[in-house]
């Protein structure tokens, strides 16, 4: 496993996916902003507005976060 995809288990497991940052194990039960296991993009998109050396940012959207 690529250690972006652990990475994001990591995150989803204890879950930081979120501003939230709740922790909740979410294989198990739903966190702070409702989703359980499985989380649904809103949006996303290339944001140009930030500083020059983080542009382009990939900013994805849950919906119920």
């Known amino acids: 496993m ?3 995809v652990s990475s994001a ?3 989803w497991q ?3 996916l979120c ?6 194990a979410r294989a ?3 966190g702070v902003c409702r989703v359980g296991q499985q989380s649904f993009i809103a949006s996303e998109m290339l944001h140009m507005g930030e ?4 542009r ?6 849950f919906s119920g976060c």
């Open 2 to 4: 690529s250690a972006n």
């Open 9 to 11: 288990v990591q995150q």
């Open 14 to 16: 204890d879950c930081h």
């Open 19 to 24: 501003p939230h940052h709740c922790g909740a």
């Open 28 to 30: 198990t039960a739903a």
């Open 51 to 54: 500083e020059a050396i983080l």
């Open 56 to 61: 382009p940012a990939h900013a994805i959207f």
